[in-house]
């Protein structure tokens, strides 16, 4: 057995390392934080190649003399604690002694620092946990670190690695975060060469994140400001019925300090569960003020998740007053929601249920809303059309088949007419279960899970023949997108094209959807394509690799385009019996649920004691 031994220091920092940098970002990180602590006023963040080749953060703080310097670079070195008693008092971001030594264990590592009232100021070189050199350099007050070759000396860490456009916009990210969280310093950020953000100064909070993430989003929010037993929650958090796919536009921050706390995400998605449908999540940003001594941010390396003294407190101090928040304006938005218009019919129906339904339309916005028109305005001199008091959907449609495609799934031999005709219906429970009687007992068709399963297939078949038709906006939607959003949107933009969608750069975190696929509503578009993203950003979704793509997208369109009448006929529930049972897999739906059930008479007989 080999024998116990102790890790040298450079095998230690490297091991450190793994925990505490993950990413580009996650340098970028430790030396803003650095900054900020030294009370800088003044922040400079440049990076080349998504922060692989080149890293600099520069600050006007307080900067170190020669002998801090060289100890900032031992583990366990730091100004912020002495005590362990100190943990219960952090006012400050860094406290753990290991950012500096990590990165300059898998890095080529430059350090310049200088104090106030010295003449000169201190450079040191590392390249991979050693030390090259040690010498005085002339600059101004304050520190400089660069950081280039990151993970030169652990090469395997470079091939986990994301592209440079995905690894910048975590880099952007971060930075913003930073910049939301203190106004009074000023950030610049450069990427390769070219300044792409200075912080702006702002008066409110409204002002700094719509300059920092957009004003499609801010015009989303409201204010809250709430403060009892010792806590306070401010910021912005968003309108009732705005939501997101995901809890990626959920910022949090405990006393300034970014953090994806579970407690307070928790509270956020548990105080909107009358203003949203159950799977979206709300958009938030909340500032959280607690003593230090209530808070625990010691509970990860990189400080990402902390851990309250009393987390049932601090969850209903959020959930009763963001609530009533909430609540506030719930009225007010359901007098001022807007109806919609209906557009002409064009495309043919997924369904026979859908092709009988003459009643049912597809709607979009009135000229006030955001989204994009498919019909023509009213001519000049008539009246408006007036919008009908209540909206009615249609069922699934697709596109007419293309030369050469084959949409839908090969029929076996009658067999499914066999097994329907059978089937004798009795009735619609619910408007959403068509009940029928079998010669084995009773079946209840769930008519959604059936329209997904039937859709599912379809568009899988249409995905295979290379038919993706789109239909054309009559106006562009406008979409701005946050750093990593944008950078996963020019990354997938490719496999998007190839599946209907055309969306164009307009400039800098700004885009056009031109064209969405004709298994879409144009009124969804800015919301679908928001949501793909997020599933893009959580690994749900893989443009890479087509196959799975494929499959993700046509259950994401099944899901999201199954809109049913609610009243159907007998004819066209057996149309939909027939489609299903000539599915590939007609007993559940895309996500798994089933799409009928079946009780047997001995089942009903043991259910009503005759058994």
Not at 14 to 29: C, F
Not at 396 to 416: D, F, I, Y
Request: glycine letters at 6%.
């Amino acid at each position: 057995m080999p024998r116990v031994r102790v890790l040298t220091d450079r095998v230690a920092n490297q091991i450190a390392a793994g925990e505490v940098i993950e990413r580009p970002a996650a340098v970028i990180k430790e030396l803003v934080e650095n900054a900020i602590d030294a009370g800088a006023t003044r922040v400079e963040v440049e990076f080349s190649h998504g922060g692989r080749s080149f890293m600099r953060v520069e600050d006007n703080g307080h900067g170190m003399s020669r002998e801090d310097a060289l100890l900032a670079l031992e583990r366990h070195a730091t100004s912020k604690i002495v005590e362990a008693d100190d943990l219960n008092r952090l006012i400050t971001f860094g406290f753990r002694g290991e950012a500096l030594p990590s990165i300059a264990s898998v890095s080529k590592f430059t350090l310049q620092t200088r104090e106030a009232g010295a003449d000169l100021g201190t450079e040191i070189a590392v390249n991979g946990g050693k030390f090259v050199h040690v010498r005085e350099c002339g600059r101004a007050v304050g520190t400089r670190i660069e950081v280039a070759q990151l993970f030169n000396s652990v090469p395997a860490r470079r091939k986990f690695l994301k592209s440079h456009t995905t690894e910048a916009a975590h880099i952007i990210h971060g930075v913003r975060l930073y910049a939301l969280a203190f106004p009074n310093v000023a950030f610049t950020l450069i990427e390769d060469g070219r300044v792409i953000f200075r912080s702006p100064s702002c008066t409110t909070l409204l002002e700094r994140v719509s300059s920092i993430f957009g004003r499609q989003l801010s015009s989303a929010l409201m204010p809250i400001d709430v403060a009892e037993f010792g806590m306070r929650a401010a910021g912005l958090i968003g309108l009732p019925g705005q939501g997101r796919a995901t809890r990626h536009e959920m910022i949090t921050f405990i006393n300034q300090r970014p953090v994806d706390s579970r407690t307070l995400n928790y509270a956020l998605i548990e105080s909107y569960h009358e203003s949203l449908p159950k799977g979206r999540y709300p958009i938030a940003f909340v500032f959280f003020e607690i003593s230090p001594a209530d808070v625990d941010v010691n509970v990860h390396p990189a400080k990402r998740e902390v851990r309250f003294r009393s987390e049932p407190n601090v969850r209903s101090f959020l959930i009763r007053n963001i609530l009533a928040r909430l609540r506030e304006l719930s009225p007010m938005a359901d007098a001022t929601s807007l109806p919609e218009m209906t557009t002409p019919a064009g495309s043919s129906d997924l369904s026979r249920e859908s092709v009988s339904s003459e009643n049912a339309r597809v709607v979009t916005p009135p000229p006030s809303a955001t989204g994009p028109l498919v019909s023509p305005r009213p001519p000049a001199g008539q009246p408006a059309p007036v919008w009908p008091s209540s909206v009615v959907t249609i069922a699934p449609r697709v596109s007419p088949p293309v030369a050469g495609a084959s949409p839908e799934p090969a029929r076996s031999g009658g067999s499914a007419a066999d097994v329907t005709r059978q089937w004798r219906f009795l009735g619609l429970a619910h408007k959403q279960y068509a009940l029928f009687e079998t010669p084995s007992g009773l079946a209840l068709l769930d008519r959604r899970a059936a329209h997904e399963r039937i859709w599912f297939e379809r568009l899988q078949n249409a995905y295979r023949a290379g038919a993706a038709p789109s239909q054309r906006l009559l106006l562009p939607v406008p979409i701005e997108l946050d750093a990593i959003a944008s950078a996963l949107l020019l990354d997938a933009q490719k496999f998007l094209a190839a599946h209907g969608f055309e969306i164009s750069e307009f400039g800098r975190n700004f885009f056009r959807v031109e064209s969405v696929p004709d298994w879409m509503r144009p009124s969804d578009a800015e919301v679908c394509v928001r949501d793909l993203l997020a599933l893009l950003r959580d690994g749900q979704l893989h443009a890479r690799e087509i196959d799975l793509g494929r499959e993700e997208l046509a259950r994401f369109a099944a899901s999201r385009g199954v809109r049913l009448p609610e009243t159907v006929s007998e004819t066209e529930l057996r149309g939909t019996l027939a489609d299903l049972f000539n599915c590939t897999t007609p007993l559940t739906s895309p996500s798994g649920r089933p799409t009928f059930i079946e009780l047997t008479q001995g089942e009903l007989a043991r259910r009503f004691g005759k058994a």
